[in-house]
């Protein structure tokens, strides 16, 4: 019975078999079309983290104090220049005050920045007048262009004539034992996704902009195609002046032009489904299923895409003077203010191709260049 590994292989030699390069090194050289192993952060069949590769070697500084399951509440100030941040110590129960030197670096994320701007008086005058928010400055772009990678599922039945065995939980626990005795094995690796296929969508010949997937599921198989470098936007606003109540994250409205490329990807896909091995492994596409029209498939991408959560573009880097929707210069201070900067994801002014992790590592890199140089 085909097990995760052979699945995988399935997935590999189709693509092969369809005309699809091999490609050694999926972040080296342009153009990286092809099909090639995923890369990731695993070293002794352990994950390494952003906390474990930068964070946990320097807890033991006597400079560095670390709060954990603090929430910031807001930043403040005076006049337009930092002098104080407010957050919530569950340990205690209490609201602290901590007053700042020299400035505040805040690194919340694409969601969570955007909101502590807001609540502290940075933002759209708009919604922070709505909410009875005192104005720093005045910065319409806060929140306002969120981006992601948006994907969609193809999925597939198993021909009647296959067995396939998912696996049990003795296999877990075999595997389980495997992984603590030597760090190897299926938990050392990322089981049957372990091939990534990248293709440039309309027959364009530069970088790839769409990645393909196979997963098996134990009643079907899925194919899950990502869209990279969308023109699709949503937005992150408020719904409350308190700062415990999360903000409103919208959903990613998807435009003609990335509705176009998934249309595109969804017809290479079912070109590919055709070639040996997946030919004579699949028995018929499930979703959305060959019978729709394309309006019809355009309203199935619509209703049924998800994103990725690698989210970016709610504090956007650029021209202050020339840019309306710029948030930080690029030296990431904020716009209108004086001891405040922003490093994380939402400077990015998009998701760009790939996953963001590495793009947010070499930003705080280059981050603490530029800080350190200038105090």
Not at 302 to 328: K, Q, R
Not at 329 to 350: F, Q
């Amino acid at each position: 019975s085909p097990d995760y590994p052979n699945l995988a292989r399935l997935f590999l030699d189709t693509a092969l078999n369809f005309g699809i390069p091999w490609n050694e090194d999926l972040n080296g050289k342009s153009p990286r079309n092809g099909i090639g192993l995923m890369d990731m952060n695993i070293g002794d069949g352990v994950r390494s983290s952003s906390f474990n590769a930068y964070l946990k070697p320097h807890l033991s500084n006597r400079k560095l104090t670390v709060r954990t399951n603090a929430q910031v509440l807001r930043i403040r100030f005076h006049d337009n220049k930092t002098y104080a941040l407010d957050y919530y110590d569950p340990i205690d129960r209490v609201n602290v005050t901590v007053y700042v030197n020299k400035e505040v670096i805040l690194c919340a994320g694409a969601i969570n920045t955007p909101h502590l701007l807001m609540v502290s008086g940075i933002g759209n005058p708009q919604i922070l007048n709505h909410y009875n928010i005192s104005s720093v400055s005045n910065v319409s772009g806060v929140g306002s262009t969120l981006k992601d990678h948006l994907a969609i599922r193809l999925k597939y039945a198993y021909n009647d004539r296959l067995s396939f065995r998912f696996p049990m939980l003795d296999d877990w626990q075999q595997e389980l034992s495997i992984y603590a005795k030597n760090r190897t094995g299926f938990f050392s690796g990322l089981g049957s996704h372990v091939y990534d296929l990248w293709v440039s969508s309309l027959g364009q010949q530069t970088d790839p902009d769409i990645q393909i997937i196979g997963k098996p599921q134990e009643n079907h198989y899925e194919i899950t195609i990502i869209l990279h470098n969308t023109t699709s936007t949503a937005n992150v606003t408020l719904v409350s002046s308190d700062p415990r109540v999360p903000p409103q994250v919208s959903k990613s409205q998807i435009t003609d032009h990335d509705a176009k490329i998934f249309l595109w990807a969804i017809d290479y896909v079912r070109n590919m489904s055709s070639t040996d091995p997946w030919n004579s492994t699949f028995a018929r596409e499930l979703e959305p299923g060959i019978n729709l029209d394309r309006t019809q498939v355009i309203n199935w991408i619509e209703t049924t895409n998800f994103g990725l959560n690698d989210y970016t573009g709610t504090a956007p880097l650029g021209d202050l003077l020339t840019e309306p929707l710029a948030v930080v210069d690029p030296a990431l201070r904020v716009k209108g203010t004086l001891g405040l900067r922003i490093v994380d994801a939402s400077v990015l002014r998009n998701s760009g191709t790939g996953s963001i992790y590495a793009t947010v590592l070499a930003l705080a890199e280059k981050a603490f260049d530029v800080i350190t140089t200038s105090l």
